[in-house]
């Protein structure tokens, strides 16, 4: 058991480990370019940050009119996205430290994402966060996505964990609405600042209005340290 007793950390992966946003964004202007939507703006992306893949699909063939099936919108967006994705996605480099420091100290870590398998799994190789973040789930992969807490009851229990010892990093008022769902401590990095005072960041435990320019990797391992259960 690591010096955080029972304690195991559940990341986001977009917006949260990775700067991934920029990417969807411009996959997601372009698919929608080419099915007559041409006024798609980084406002219009804010909107859908935190929202699997699939359920955002949904919401653009009603705001939009699309009539073409949602299945098959969702592997031209995820061929789009993976192409810009496994040319350049940063990792967020004190996040990058954060994932290193638990992993030296033997904490328990998973991937909870909105994200399909595929681009988990091109982003985390990548980065060359695939070392240490073994154990990953897709909302592909569950019931129900973000707000739904399915994502991250289904990581704690391939971490064998208890939701209770489980802390959880997001980005997306969904992903924190979510975490609080599952029962889990939640650390909140706003990627929109505008929406640090959205009611579902209320709910985290540590919410740094500032971003990721707030975050530290110690400032959050000592957080961890004074907030963790006892064994």
């Known amino acids: 058991m690591s010096n955080l007793g029972p304690t195991s950390v559940i990341f986001d992966l977009d917006g949260t480990l990775v700067d991934s946003e920029p990417n969807y964004y411009e996959a997601s202007r372009a698919l929608l370019a080419v099915h007559g939507v041409r006024d798609f ?39 789009r996205y993976l192409e810009l994705a496994r040319v350049d996605t940063p990792a967020y480099p004190e996040m990058r430290k954060f994932v290193e420091l638990l992993a030296t100290e033997g ?4 991937v909870a994402s909105g994200s399909s398998p595929e681009a988990i799994a091109a982003i985390l190789a990548g980065t060359g966060l695939d070392a240490f973040l073994h154990t990953v789930v897709s909302a592909d992969e569950v019931e129900r996505g973000k707000p739904a807490p399915d994502v991250f009851l289904e990581a704690a229990r391939r971490l064998g964990a208890a939701p209770a010892d489980c802390v959880v990093l997001e980005d997306a008022a969904p992903g924190a609405a979510a975490a609080y769902a599952a029962g889990m ?45 006892p064994s």
């Open 185 to 229: 401590r939640c650390v909140a990095i706003p990627y929109v600042a505008a929406q640090a005072d959205a009611p579902e960041f209320a709910t985290a435990d540590l919410l740094l209005r500032g971003g990721q320019e707030e975050f530290t990797a110690r400032a959050a391992y000592e957080w961890l340290t004074a907030s963790a259960r």
């Open 41 to 79: 703006t980084w406002e219009d992306n804010s909107r859908y940050v935190g929202i699997s893949t699939w359920e955002t699909l949904g919401l653009w063939r009603e705001r939009y009119g699309l009539t073409v099936p949602r299945a098959e919108l969702l592997g031209e967006l995820n061929r």
């Open 107 to 110: 904490v328990p870590l998973a």
